[in-house]
């Protein structure tokens, strides 16, 4: 059953390299296949930004959010979308 999404993302890493960018993307990807949830690269701000998301929410942001520091051992920024 899909979702509507839309307002909160997971900001996972912010880079000033694409490649850099990209090759994080897939370690991501990797590393929190299981959980069903999709990474993406955004440009803002001059910046390469690893994403995931929109969430409706930011309680579901916080929760996806928590998977994701547990499996990566990052702390995921949540932002505003």
Request: charged residues 25%; glycine residues 10%; proline residues 2%.
């Amino acid at each position: 059953m899909a979702q509507e999404r839309g307002g909160y993302v997971l900001q996972l890493g912010a880079f000033s390299n694409f490649a850099n960018a990209e090759g994080f993307l897939a370690h991501v990807q990797a590393q929190v296949v299981w959980l069903g949830e999709s990474a993406h690269v955004a440009v803002s701000d001059g910046l390469y930004r690893v994403l995931m998301g929109p969430y409706s929410d930011d309680a579901e942001a916080r929760r996806i959010g928590e998977m994701v520091r547990e499996a990566l051992k990052i702390e995921p920024n949540i932002k505003r979308d």
